[in-house]
């Protein structure tokens, strides 16, 4: 009978033990760790539409780690393994390289990516459905290719030359050059190529690039973006127009760019994410979601410097 009253306090003690730990380790709060590439102001953005779409959602009961990893794909390995010995619930991956090293980093964790242009490019996935599959989903920055062709062709129908700039270490730039080349050639165009490897060699590639075009179009590009006001104290001096492919990027050196909110981007993720978390949907059959709208924006101060004269349907960039 006292071993019988024995076992039962201890099955009891081993029940109260397991309720304690489990209401510890499922609180109702969800960790999400966020990494992004670099500092600029598109991919700040859509770090903030991401956090504020989780926090309208669930107040207190989301943690976000933060962390930026100054552009280097380096610092996004040790970034994303951190995220993983911690065991977040979810890994946000703000740009491509993020994005490869969450998926290099774990299988298990959902990761949401975001500002990523191609997801087929970035994780090498061929006949691409829409879908990764796996543990992966998110968010597209791709706006209409065939659109930014069209708006080089009405604002330089004159032009012969168009350069293409962009960061040879960025697959997803070389994606969106290799498209665009090809609706600009439609419109009778010469392309040519200006790649620079990191911003050691921006200045010498730009004024190369100017040196061979009349208009230059750099893509959705987070080096040229972090290194804008070095491109801009080159092109604007050879009075070479650049066209671009989001905001950010048109405010520091361009002129016009059919762009898309990374706002509006990020908090689409956010909401992709609450699904996941709250409601339980599935990631592997979630499909990468695009930006609702594009709009026509121009750079005032360099359109005035460069005497370039844009449609009034274009917004211009406060």
Do not use: R
């Amino acid at each position: 009978m006292k071993k019988l009253i024995a076992l039962v306090l201890a099955a009891l003690m081993l029940l109260t033990m397991t309720a304690c730990g489990s209401a510890g380790e499922d609180d109702g709060k969800y960790s999400i760790g966020v990494c992004q590439l670099v500092q600029h102001d598109a991919l700040d953005a859509a770090t903030k539409g991401f956090q504020d779409a989780l926090t309208e959602k669930l107040g207190e009961n989301v943690e976000f780690d933060v962390q930026n990893a100054s552009g280097d794909s380096a610092n996004c390995a040790t970034i994303v393994n951190g995220f993983v010995s911690d065991n977040v619930d979810l890994i946000l991956a703000n740009a491509t390289a993020p994005l490869q090293a969450a998926a290099s980093a774990t299988a298990d964790i959902p990761i949401l990516g975001t500002s990523v242009t191609d997801y087929a490019t970035a994780l090498e996935i061929e006949n691409w459905t829409g879908t990764v599959g796996s543990n992966i989903s998110g968010t597209s920055d791709l706006a209409p290719l065939d659109q930014q062709a069209t708006m080089i062709q009405e604002l330089f129908p004159d032009a012969q030359n168009v350069g293409l700039l962009y960061c040879t270490a960025e697959p997803n730039s070389v994606y969106q050059c290799s498209v665009i080349e090809g609706y600009l050639e439609g419109y009778g165009y010469s392309v040519a190529w200006y790649g620079f490897t990191d911003t050691n060699d921006v200045n010498a590639v730009t004024q190369e690039a100017c040196d061979g075009s009349d208009v230059i179009y750099i893509p959705t590009d987070n080096t040229a973006a972090s290194n804008s006001e070095a491109i801009a104290n080159v092109v604007v001096p050879a009075g070479v127009p650049v066209v671009a492919g989001e905001e950010g990027l048109c405010s520091g050196c361009g002129v016009a760019t059919l762009s898309i909110s990374y706002y509006d981007l990020g908090y689409q993720t956010g909401l992709m994410a609450y699904e996941i978390l709250v409601n339980g949907a599935d990631i592997s059959a979630m499909a990468v979601a695009y930006a609702p709208e594009v709009t026509c924006k121009y750079n005032a101060s360099i359109c005035q410097q460069l005497g370039v004269t844009v449609p009034d349907s274009y917004v211009a960039i406060e």
